[in-house]
């Protein structure tokens, strides 16, 4: 009778042994999923933050690329004012006007890029890892091509600059102006060559009224060339979200 009770109590304490071993090895089987889960989670959210941050270095680069280019474009506009001075005031306020309007397109080219990724952050946070991956590489592509554009802008400002006194300019500052033109780093050899032909061109009979007309004309195209460039910027923004 006796051997019958411990055999019984043994077998329920076997009982209990197992189930704790059984529930042990569930629960730490159960951790180890939670934790793998967890960790793809955390994973996912530190890589969507990381191009958070990548998308603001990118807005940082197209800033200050749009503010150098701001800058270099200023003062070629700067050393056109100062050629004209001892030919016409009222060619130097033509210059300055349009030095102006520029650096307003100029602004509105890097609030445009801005505001578009400040306003859309949080949406590109919220998709998938696979697409928010891709609309950043997108954004990027697009600050890309837009500042590559207006690096050809402002090598054409240059290049009108140096044609405009090269071509209306008196004697000692055409003479300068060439001089310049040798060490210039912002203009291709081509470009370089073509205002060389310049060089032997007579303006003493050159009216005011001439030059007045050329500097509009060719800086009437290069600010069109700058809404163009606004109006893709635009355009391209928008197909990142598409």
Request: glycine residues 0%; charged residues 35%.
């Amino acid at each position: 009778m006796k051997k019958r009770i411990y055999l019984f109590f043994f077998l329920i304490s076997l009982k209990y042994v197992l189930s704790f071993r059984l529930n042990n090895t569930l629960l730490k089987e159960n951790n180890f999923v939670a934790e793998k889960y967890f960790r793809k989670e955390n994973d996912n959210e530190n890589l969507k933050f990381k191009i958070v941050e990548d998308l603001e270095k990118i807005i940082e680069e197209f800033s200050n690329d749009v503010n150098t280019a701001k800058m270099i474009i200023r003062e070629t506009f700067l050393d056109t004012e100062s050629s004209f001075k001892e030919i016409s005031d009222d060619v130097v306020k033509i210059i300055s006007k349009y030095s102006f309007v520029t650096d307003e397109k100029l602004n509105i080219i890097n609030g445009l890029f801005q505001e578009f990724i400040e306003n859309n952050k949080s949406t590109i946070f919220n998709l998938s890892e696979e697409h928010t991956i891709k609309k950043k590489d997108k954004i990027k592509e697009v600050s890309d091509s837009i500042l590559c554009k207006l690096k050809k802008l402002i090598e054409l400002n240059i290049f009108n600059k140096y044609h405009a006194i090269l071509k209306f300019g008196n004697k000692n500052i055409k003479n300068e102006a060439l001089e310049a033109l040798k060490i210039e780093k912002n203009i291709s050899d081509k470009l370089k060559e073509k205002l060389l032909n310049y060089k032997t061109s007579e303006n003493e009979d050159i009216k005011e009224l001439e030059s007045t007309d050329f500097l509009n004309y060719h800086y009437d195209k290069f600010t069109a060339k700058l809404d163009e460039l606004i109006n893709e910027l635009n355009k391209e923004l928008s197909q990142t979200l598409s």
